[in-house]
């Protein structure tokens, strides 16, 4: 299964509300399609599993929503520290990234 | 707190052998499925290999199968990886990572680079 983000690059500024898009080649099991956070220089952070479930310590401004081949996560009001590289996955037999849509300061 | 710590990158040249560690604690590392994911320099990851809580199966990406072995010592609360025949694409930041429900991946280690290079 393929995953395919977009867009690749999503330019906005604090307090507007983000939608980025992940698009499977195939129907994907909403229990096995989750989402990360990556910051400059760390390590990637669970953002949402499950699709739609928020991950501990998560805040509610982040929630993912979508089913069979495509997946939205939402921001709600962008804080200055959401803006990152945000990756879907999907958990299969082999496990697979999409290639990250990077949310950057307008 | 989780924590993973991975060691053991550097620089090499292609052809050699390499093994990262990670090194668990602050949960029962004997229970759960353990991850490696790559990032290669300012490229998105790449999902490299698991194994199951008992070590008893593995899965690979096809990029590094038969060149790489997942392993793990739950006495020790350390996974390993143990990386042959290097390649100048395997040079990346390599993460391990715990499963969590085979669901999804959510505690990472900070990464340790691995620089193939001639």
């Known amino acids: 299964i393929v995953l395919t983000q977009s867009p690749g690059t999503l330019s906005l500024s604090a307090g507007e509300r983000a939608t980025l898009s992940c698009r499977a080649s195939?129907?994907?099991?909403?229990?096995?399609l989750a989402w990360y956070q990556q910051r400059p220089g760390q390590a990637p952070r669970l953002l949402i599993y499950?699709?739609?479930s928020r991950a501990t310590g998560i805040p509610d401004r982040f929630s993912g929503s979508g089913s069979g081949t495509d997946f939205t996560l939402t921001i709600s009001r962008l804080e200055p520290e959401d803006f990152a590289v945000y990756y879907c996955?999907?958990?299969?037999?082999?496990?697979?990234f999409g290639q990250g849509t990077k949310l950057e300061i307008k | 707190q989780v924590q993973l710590v991975e060691s053991g990158g550097g620089v090499v040249q292609p052809g050699v052998s390499l093994r990262l560690s990670c090194a668990a604690s602050?949960?029962?590392?004997?229970?759960?499925?353990m991850h490696w994911v790559r990032q290669a320099p300012d490229k998105g990851l790449q999902w490299v290999a698991f194994?199951?809580?008992?070590?008893?199966?593995?899965n690979y990406a096809d990029s590094v199968k038969g060149r790489f072995t997942i392993s793990r010592d739950n006495s020790k609360n350390t996974l390993y990886l143990q990386m042959n025949s290097l390649r100048v694409e395997d040079t990346a930041v390599y993460y391990c990572?715990?499963?969590?429900?085979?669901?999804?991946?959510?505690?990472w280690g900070q990464g340790t680079l691995v620089t193939v290079s001639s």
């Open positions: 990572a715990r499963d969590f429900h085979t669901k999804a991946l959510d505690f």
């Open positions: 602050a949960f029962t590392f004997s229970g759960y499925g």
């Open positions: 194994i199951r809580f008992d070590g008893n199966n593995e």
């Open positions: 195939q129907t994907v099991n909403s229990n096995y």
């Open positions: 499950g699709a739609s």
């Open positions: 996955q999907h958990y299969g037999s082999l496990v697979g």
